[in-house]
């Protein structure tokens, strides 16, 4: 089968994605897609250069049989810019990364036109798949009262097709450079000063904020830590978290093993030495760096809530999610209990293999042949 996987985002966790579905999958599986920039203006604008992107694929390649669309861009728009061109027996696969429906935005600051073309585009495809329950459930719940707002009711009759498109699909991980564990030995040489991973974005859903109090208190407690800070930096224009990123480095120096927005192989050199990977965010659909850390060997300390209590399996729920409000107590008694925790953990880090190419990808490619043979069959 011949699957066109187009990118509006193809850079970061997205080219990622695309990559190791194109590597892992059993069909022929090309990708079309735009540079990782300017979101806003995909969602609304990225459809046209996209549709050309698939003229011309069809133009050297022939006809796909099933395009799969990553969803930051207005699918239904995609489709008319391609109509005289891509076969209408084409499948249409929507991957929903993130969704604007229920993405946390300041008050006041919901845009009430991204997430309309989110619908729009739900309702275009032939299947909707979401990274992780947590996301689903956050649309379907959403997704009734923003019909409601819309200025009438034409919209009503099609929910209901709309979420019986809705599954859930987890985003394929490529775990195969990780050593499964990490580098146990060098950790247990070294309990007196255990590594604090931060791999996530500098932005305010991440909560940085919260990251740096809960280290004051790791500090105030008298106890020693090394640092590796891997966030993405800082968008342009985020003083918040260009002033908590400039704290960090200032206040936290002389923890610091190792900080910036690493190349991949230097990040992965990190991430099998650290100890602890943390998360105080307050969005999570997925959690790809946590997926990674962990398979790395590094023991979790992550919010009780969002995607998490679906990364971490049940049996450890209780030694690695804290409830809220605990993160700083959580987190001193994690750097003085390392080694404790590590035999806690024990299997952990092996658990996160169900997330690797190696098995995701089969997943992928059964169920989107399934989808192509109801429609060809219809």
Known sequence: MKILLVEPWLSGSHRAWAEGYRASSGHDVDVVGLPGQLWRWRLRGGALPLAESITNWIDRNGQPDLLLVSGLVDVAELLGLARRNLSPDAGVVIYQHESQLVYPVAEGNFDNGAALRNWMS??????????????????????????????????????????????????????????????????????????????HRWERDKD???????????????????????????????TMATEERERAEKDFADHIVASGDFDRDTYLRHLVEADLVVSCARHEFFGVAVVEAVAAGCVPLLPDALSYPELIRPPWHRTVLYEPGTFGTRLVDAVKRIGELRNETIGLAESMGRYDWGSVGQIYDDRLAAVQSRLAAA
């Open 122 to 199: 739900w309702c275009a495809a032939d299947l909707v798949l979401f990274n992780s329950y947590h996301h689903l459930r956050a649309v379907t719940s959403a997704l009734p009262g923003f019909i409601r707002s819309l200025p009438d009711d034409t919209h009503q009759p099609s929910i209901e097709n709309v979420l019986s498109k809705f599954e859930v699909f987890p985003v394929g991980v490529d775990l195969g450079p990780i050593p499964a564990g990490g580098d146990r030995r060098a950790r247990a040489e070294r309990e007196d000063r255990p590594i604090i991973l931060w791999p």
């Open 208 to 238: 940085p904020g919260a990251f740096l109090t809960a280290l004051d208190k790791v500090r105030d407690a008298g106890l020693d830590f090394g640092l590796v800070l891997a966030g993405q930096d800082p968008p342009s224009g985020s």
